[in-house]
């Protein structure tokens, strides 16, 4: 694995939350091939698990797949925000929850063919419920269940969303 060689980059489209980026980028011994990237500054997510052993997870309209998904409560990064902090403000703003105590579950690329997006993953824990103030442009509805029920819904389909998947999986080894 060496480094990454690459040509003639250029951001083509600049848009509100992405930019596009085109390269060329040389692939092993194949030669030169013409990329485009979508450039997006990442987000943080987290897995609010309550001392009862349920999980709160949030239903949410996703225009790009023209459905309501069940995920985790997560937002996007501002430049240069520390990842913990945006899961704690994400946390509060779209279930009200506040967490004593916040464990990384790492991170995921959900989509490396084609975005950067980096997704770094907590388990919130230590719970107490406050105020939710979610954004004027979501409508956000809270899901409370069991936290095995919803392992459940991820390896049978229930749940599609990828970074949701990823947490509740790597969650397991937290809980009892």
Known sequence: MG????????????????????????????GWYTYQIVRHPGGAAVLPLHDDGTVTLIRQLRPAVGDFLVELPAGRLAPGEDPKLCAERELIEETGLNASSLISLGHIYPSPGVFDERIHLYLATGLSQGEAAPEDYEE?????????????????????????????????RFVK
């Open 3 to 30: 480094t990454m060689q690459t040509k003639n980059r250029s951001t083509i489209f600049n848009g509100l939350v992405v930019d596009i980026e085109q390269m060329d980028v040389m692939i092993g011994e194949q």
């Open 140 to 172: 956000i509805f809270c899901v409370r269940i069991p936290f095995a029920e919803a392992v459940d819904m991820a390896v049978n389909g229930g749940i599609i969303d990828g970074k949701t998947i990823a947490a509740l999986l790597r969650a397991q």
